[in-house]
C-alpha cells in the first residue's frame, strides 16, 4: 500500500514537471519568451550559455528525463525503481547546477526552472524512499 502511495505522488509531480519543461520547450523551439511574472528573469537565463548542454537546450534534456521517470514509474519491479532514481538524481544535479549557475554567473531567476528544481528536490527522496522500501526479491525463487 505505502509502494503505490509512493508511486501516485511521483507520478503527480512527474506530470507537473512534464507539463514546466514541455513549456519551455515549447517556447524555446517556437522562438517566443516564456512568460515570467515572478522573477522577471527568465528570458535572461534560458538564452545564456547555460541553459544548453551540447548544444541541447536543458528544458528538453529536462523533458526526456521526465518522461524517462514516467516511464520507470509505470515499470514494476527493481529495475523501475533503479530508473526512476537514477532519472530523479540526474534530473535534480542539473536543476541544482543550473540554480548555481543563475545564482552565481547569471544574476537572474527563471520561475519555471526553479518549479522544476522544487520540484524535482520533492520527487528525489520519493523515489529513493520508494527503492529503499522495496522488498528484497527471494533468490530461492519462493513465496
Partial sequence: M?????RVVAIVLTL???????YLTYTHYA??????SIAHGCERVLTSPYAKLLGVPLSL???IGYVGLL???AADGEYGRIAAAFFALVGWGLSLYL???ELFTIHAFCQWCLASLVTL?????VVIWRLL????PDPSGSS
Avoid at 505505502?2 to 509512493?6: E, G, P, Q, S, V
Avoid at 507537473?16 to 514541455?22: D, L, M, N, S
Fill in 71 to 73: 516511464a520507470a514509474l
Fill in 133 to 136: 522500501r522495496a522488498p528484497v
Fill in 2 to 6: 505505502a509502494d503505490r502511495r509512493l
Fill in 121 to 125: 528536490t520533492i520527487l528525489t527522496p
Fill in 31 to 36: 522562438g517566443i519568451q516564456p512568460s515570467c
Fill in 61 to 63: 534534456l529536462g523533458l
Fill in 99 to 101: 540554480l548555481y549557475r
Fill in 16 to 22: 507537473f514537471g512534464i507539463g514546466v519543461t514541455t
